[in-house]
């Protein structure tokens, strides 16, 4: 089994539904992170969150929300989703031990806005 | 605010080549470097971290190396197999002189699209 996962895998939704990404992760860690990835434009951090009781706005926030349900789950929520949110999406985690910590991904969600 | 830049944005070289990917990035105050390896429509894996005080990380045939005064960092990969075609991404993990103990999130390049032909 996958140390993050991410569900859906794919979807494709209409403007203006809400719709959620969920993340969990088995290695224990307490940072995770929530990432868009678009073409030419790299990967773009949108929230992240240190531990359960702390949530951080990234460089691209607006449009999106974030619960930390539990240290091993954080999900994404677009309110009410548009086209320009069509990306791949994914979460990751690190472990807050030290500063030489690894990141690790998701295999990513596919979001498709019509 | 942190930048970093890959250059090439994409590069094709034959099978067996020695190849390097180039990553700078513009506020040198980084805790460390790590490069990334995306398959297409895949999550990223780490290929190697290397500390703000080291120079240089070696994994099998890809070596790393950090010049932090210049704010450079180059991937060296060795003898290049097609199993090597990928994205490669440069992330910097930023480092604040006020909030020294501060983990702060990455902050990563464009990456550098790699194709070996066989």
């Known amino acids: 089994d996958a140390d993050v996962t991410q569900t859906p895998r794919n979807r494709i939704t209409k403007t203006g539904k809400r719709i959620m990404l969920e993340c969990s992760q088995t290695?224990?860690?307490?940072?995770m992170y929530w990432y868009r990835q678009d073409p030419g434009l790299g990967l773009r951090l949108i929230y992240y969150?240190?531990?359960?009781?702390?949530?951080n706005k990234g460089e691209i926030s607006d449009g999106y929300s974030v619960s930390r349900q539990a240290q091993a789950k954080f999900s994404l929520s677009l309110e009410s989703a548009i086209p320009n949110q069509t990306a791949l999406y994914f979460c990751?985690?690190?472990?807050?031990?030290?500063?030489?910590?690894?990141?690790?991904f998701g295999e990513g969600s596919w979001l498709t806005v019509v | 605010k942190q930048e970093v830049t890959q250059i090439p944005a994409a590069l094709s070289v034959p099978e067996g080549e020695n190849l390097v990917l180039n990553c700078s990035f513009t506020?040198?105050?980084?805790?460390?470097l790590q490069w990334f390896r995306q398959d297409p429509g895949k999550g990223l894996t780490s290929l190697l971290l290397?500390?703000?005080?080291?120079r240089e990380q070696t994994s099998g045939r890809l070596n790393a190396s950090l010049d932090k005064s210049s704010g450079r960092s180059t991937l060296y990969i060795a003898a290049s197999q097609p199993g090597d075609s990928a994205t490669y991404l440069c992330?910097?993990?930023?480092?604040?002189?006020?909030?020294?103990?501060?983990?702060?999130?990455?902050?990563f390049g464009k990456g550098t699209r790699l194709s070996v032909i066989a």
């Open positions: 990751a985690t690190s472990d807050s031990q030290g500063t030489g910590n690894t990141i690790y």
């Open positions: 992330a910097v993990r930023q480092y604040f002189t006020f909030f020294p103990l501060l983990n702060t999130p990455l902050v």
């Open positions: 290695k224990g860690h307490d940072r």
């Open positions: 969150s240190f531990d359960v009781k702390d949530i």
């Open positions: 290397i500390q703000s005080s080291q």
């Open positions: 506020d040198s105050a980084i805790y460390n």
